[in-house]
């Protein structure tokens, strides 16, 4: 393959891969969580082999598949929660209030080591600093600092989402379907269905969004 080959084979590949992350979404040059990092190797293993190969087919066909396949998936997602969080994993708090859930970090294989580096770029190194720390799917640590002499901090659980309870996070402050559901009749909402997004925590402090075609 001669030089000018070459150079228009990347001219070539470096637009298209730019629209196919585009029509995959924001989200593809974010912040990525393991499926969209698995699906970016795969991208750049199919590019080169275009840039490689005689035919640009046997780069691009698998290319347009894993970005269809990204659309749909994250079409489906949007409607399934159960999808969304097979996918992309779900958030887990590992402080809270000061003190460190040992469990959850065994059960995440995330150390001590791996804690005190992700709170350090956040300039902290005390627990006690700390109100809420959550390893998000991305593997980031979200912090929500301490305030001094404000005592617990009170942070809001997802209690639904796209009209579908949140059980593990109503087990987490130790309460159930009915309480949430009791406490949502008592504000005037009867159909979780069409709660978009509800917040709130054990106190019964609640922050509701209604879906747009309620």
Same mark, same amino acid.
């Given at each position: 393959?001669?030089?000018?080959?070459?150079?228009? !084979?990347?001219?070539?590949?470096?637009?298209?891969?730019?629209?196919?992350?585009?029509?995959?979404?924001?989200?593809?040059?974010?912040?990525? &969580? $393991?499926?969209?990092?698995?699906?970016?190797?795969?991208?750049?293993?199919? %590019?080169? &082999?275009?840039?490689?190969?005689? +035919?640009?087919?046997?780069?691009?066909?698998?290319?347009?598949?894993? =970005?269809?396949?990204?659309?749909?998936? =994250?079409?489906? +997602?949007?409607?399934?929660? !159960?999808? !969304?969080?097979?996918?992309?994993?779900?958030?887990?708090?590992?402080?809270?209030?000061?003190?460190?859930?040992?469990?959850?970090?065994?059960?995440? !294989?995330?150390?001590?080591?791996?804690?005190?580096?992700?709170?350090?770029?956040?300039? $902290?190194?005390?627990? &006690?600093?700390?109100?809420? %720390?959550?390893?998000?799917? +991305?593997?980031?640590?979200?912090?929500?600092? %301490?305030?001094?002499? %404000?005592?617990?901090?009170?942070?809001?659980?997802?209690?639904?989402?796209?009209?579908?309870?949140?059980?593990?996070?109503?087990?987490?402050?130790?309460?159930?379907?009915?309480?949430?559901? &009791?406490?949502?009749?008592?504000?005037?909402?009867?159909?979780?269905?069409?709660? =978009?997004?509800?917040?709130?925590?054990?106190?019964?402090?609640?922050?509701?969004?209604?879906? =747009?075609?309620?």
């Amino acid at each position: 393959m001669d030089l000018f080959s070459i150079f228009w !084979r990347v001219l070539f590949f470096y637009f298209f891969l730019l629209i196919s992350l585009r029509v995959m979404g924001k989200r593809e040059v974010g912040e990525l &969580t $393991l499926l969209d990092f698995v699906v970016s190797i795969m991208i750049a293993e199919f %590019a080169v &082999t275009g840039i490689e190969e005689e +035919s640009l087919i046997e780069g691009m066909f698998p290319i347009i598949i894993l =970005a269809c396949l990204q659309i749909v998936l =994250a079409y489906i +997602s949007l409607k399934s929660n !159960r999808l !969304r969080d097979l996918l992309d994993g779900q958030p887990t708090i590992v402080i809270e209030n000061g003190k460190v859930d040992e469990q959850a970090m065994r059960r995440l !294989r995330y150390n001590f080591d791996d804690l005190m580096l992700q709170l350090r770029q956040h300039d $902290l190194t005390d627990f &006690t600093q700390v109100a809420y %720390a959550i390893l998000e799917p +991305s593997g980031d640590l979200s912090v929500i600092e %301490a305030t001094k002499n %404000a005592g617990q901090v009170i942070f809001p659980f997802p209690f639904i989402v796209d009209g579908e309870m949140q059980r593990h996070q109503l087990q987490h402050i130790g309460r159930d379907e009915e309480w949430l559901r &009791t406490e949502l009749k008592k504000r005037g909402y009867d159909d979780v269905k069409k709660i =978009a997004v509800c917040s709130g925590n054990r106190e019964g402090n609640f922050v509701i969004n209604i879906k =747009a075609d309620a």
